[in-house]
């Protein structure tokens, strides 16, 4: 729609600069065709039918269906019949600053980052909403879309209320039917804590030796405690921080893949592009070739 504040350049879709959030429904017949995003994106199945293809296979989907996509994750929709489906996109800076204490909390914590992160989702989270939460949901998407035209300077906290309610409506339901709900209980600090140090520098030649020192915490005992929250132990959360931020790279700028596995901590071409292709399920030069489309080379912290 032409007033909505995401643009498509080739297979990427990004935001207008400026823009944090953004909710808006969209109807699919046949096909929407392969991409991937710059954001964040929680998309909720209102009405119709069709197919969700992306690494983690085909899925049908069906009116109560949501799914938690990172940046960087690509998908399309096949043969759709009037498939409704109401999105909800908000950008990784605004998770990092305005939404960064959702990370402590059980529900959302998990619904946005360690659940994405566990096991082989790959970055992906799915779940299925009964009739009520879905209309319970669809009404603070209303609510977010209802703004989208006021200054964001001036409705800030509307924003981030509308969406936080949307968002904690999702991860009940998730903490409700995921299989590995358990790991939704309260997040020890020491776990939050070394998140927080290895994305600051995901550059850096983490071992678990080296972290559970920062923490001052006996190795074995991290690795426990990180693995009861995100079933993952901690160089494997590393692992998928780092792909995500060269999937980044690769789509906004023309540093050489080599330079962009050095940049998120793997010097080793060979070792980035088996990670890279592991995660991902195509390779550097592939996902590059296929999505960037904005090409300028930034300084990175």
Same mark, same amino acid.
């Given at each position: 729609?032409?007033?909505?504040?995401?643009?498509?350049?080739?297979?990427?879709?990004?935001?207008?600069?400026?823009?944090?959030?953004?909710?808006?429904?969209?109807?699919?017949?046949?096909?929407?065709?392969?991409?991937?995003?710059?954001?964040?994106?929680?998309?909720? $199945?209102?009405?119709?039918?069709?197919?969700?293809?992306?690494?983690?296979?085909?899925?049908?989907?069906?009116?109560?269906? *949501?799914?938690?996509?990172?940046?960087?994750?690509?998908?399309?929709?096949?043969?759709?019949?009037?498939?409704?489906?109401?999105?909800?996109?908000?950008? *990784?800076?605004?998770?990092?600053?305005?939404?960064?204490?959702?990370?402590?909390?059980?529900?959302?914590?998990?619904?946005?980052?360690?659940?994405?992160?566990? *096991?082989?989702?790959?970055?992906?989270?799915?779940?299925?909403?009964?009739?009520?939460?879905?209309?319970?949901?669809?009404?603070?998407?209303?609510?977010?879309?209802?703004?989208?035209?006021?200054?964001?300077?001036?409705?800030?906290?509307?924003?981030?209320?509308?969406?936080?309610?949307?968002?904690?409506? $999702?991860?009940?339901?998730?903490?409700?039917?995921?299989?590995?709900?358990?790991?939704?209980?309260?997040?020890?600090?020491?776990?939050?804590?070394?998140?927080?140090?290895?994305?600051?520098?995901?550059?850096?030649?983490?071992?678990?030796?080296?972290?559970?020192?920062?923490?001052?915490? *006996?190795?074995?005992?991290?690795?426990?405690?990180?693995?009861?929250?995100?079933?993952?132990?901690?160089?494997?959360?590393?692992?998928?921080?780092?792909?995500?931020?060269?999937?980044?790279?690769?789509?906004?700028?023309?540093?050489?893949?080599?330079?962009?596995?050095?940049?998120?901590?793997?010097?080793?071409?060979?070792?980035?592009?088996?990670?890279?292709?592991?995660?991902?399920?195509?390779?550097?030069?592939?996902?590059?070739?296929?999505?960037?489309?904005?090409?300028?080379?930034?300084?990175?912290?």
């Amino acid at each position: 729609m032409a007033d909505e504040p995401v643009r498509t350049r080739g297979t990427v879709l990004h935001f207008v600069e400026g823009t944090v959030v953004h909710a808006g429904p969209h109807v699919h017949e046949n096909s929407h065709p392969l991409h991937t995003h710059s954001f964040f994106e929680l998309l909720l $199945v209102t009405g119709g039918e069709g197919i969700h293809h992306s690494l983690a296979g085909r899925q049908k989907l069906e009116a109560g269906d *949501a799914i938690l996509l990172r940046p960087g994750v690509w998908h399309e929709y096949v043969d759709c019949e009037a498939l409704e489906v109401y999105n909800c996109c908000f950008s *990784a800076d605004l998770v990092r600053r305005e939404l960064a204490w959702a990370r402590e909390d059980p529900l959302l914590g998990y619904l946005l980052w360690t659940g994405p992160f566990s *096991a082989e989702r790959r970055g992906m989270l799915a779940t299925h909403l009964d009739p009520a939460t879905m209309k319970e949901a669809v009404g603070h998407l209303d609510g977010l879309r209802q703004l989208r035209n006021q200054p964001l300077s001036q409705h800030r906290g509307e924003v981030i209320g509308w969406l936080s309610l949307y968002l904690s409506c $999702v991860a009940r339901t998730v903490a409700e039917r995921d299989e590995r709900s358990e790991h939704t209980a309260q997040t020890h600090p020491a776990v939050l804590d070394a998140m927080r140090l290895m994305e600051a520098d995901p550059a850096r030649h983490w071992t678990l030796t080296d972290l559970a020192g920062e923490l001052h915490l *006996a190795p074995g005992y991290l690795v426990r405690l990180f693995k009861s929250v995100t079933g993952l132990p901690p160089m494997a959360y590393l692992s998928r921080h780092r792909v995500e931020l060269a999937a980044d790279r690769l789509l906004h700028t023309d540093l050489p893949i080599s330079r962009i596995g050095e940049s998120v901590g793997w010097p080793d071409q060979n070792y980035f592009a088996r990670r890279f292709k592991s995660h991902y399920g195509l390779p550097a030069s592939v996902y590059r070739e296929r999505f960037n489309a904005v090409k300028s080379t930034p300084s990175y912290r």
